[in-house]
């Protein structure tokens, strides 16, 4: 009886610890909030924007505050995603699907989260004709 009640105390210390060292890496960085914006199309030109990132759980949109771009006007969503701990796990931005006709679709995209969670660099790779070109939406805490 003696030995059951040490191995369950130890079990239960065990579950404590492993609960308080990683349940806090579930929760991750906290994207909620205005954000300053640049969106460099590519050999487009570039936009400064503020964004505002709403986050529900793991999934997120940002929203152009002002102005927008060439593609996505004011209170249109640029960004969605979604984010595990401090990792953004996908993220797709409003951009050109066919540059012949300029429909736009959400483009697959990278991202890294920087500065302790105050800095979001998302990259879209875009190939037409043979070419690639970069677009990249940085994002800066204000």
């Keep these: 009886m003696k030995r059951a009640s ?3 105390t ?3 210390i065990f579950l404590i610890f492993y609960q308080t060292s990683f349940a806090g890496n579930e929760k991750g960085y906290d994207l909620n ?3 300053d914006a640049v969106y460099d199309s590519g050999g487009y030109g570039a936009y400064e924007d503020v ?3 709403t986050q529900k759980e793991n999934q997120f949109v940002g929203i152009y505050l002002i102005k927008g771009d060439n593609l996505v006007g004011k209170n249109e969503e640029k960004i969605r995603g979604k984010i595990n701990g401090d990792v953004i796990d996908e993220v797709f931005f409003n951009d050109i699907k066919d540059g012949a006709t300029m429909d736009l ?3 697959p995209s990278q991202a890294e989260i920087r500065q302790d969670g105050n800095e979001i660099v998302i990259i879209r790779l875009w190939k ?3 070419a690639t070109t970069t677009r990249t939406l940085s994002l800066k805490r204000k």
């Design 6 to 8: 040490v191995i369950f």
């Design 10 to 12: 130890v079990v239960a």
């Design 33 to 35: 909030g205005d954000w």
């Design 51 to 53: 964004v505002r990132i």
């Design 105 to 107: 679709h959400w483009a």
């Design 128 to 130: 037409e004709k043979g």
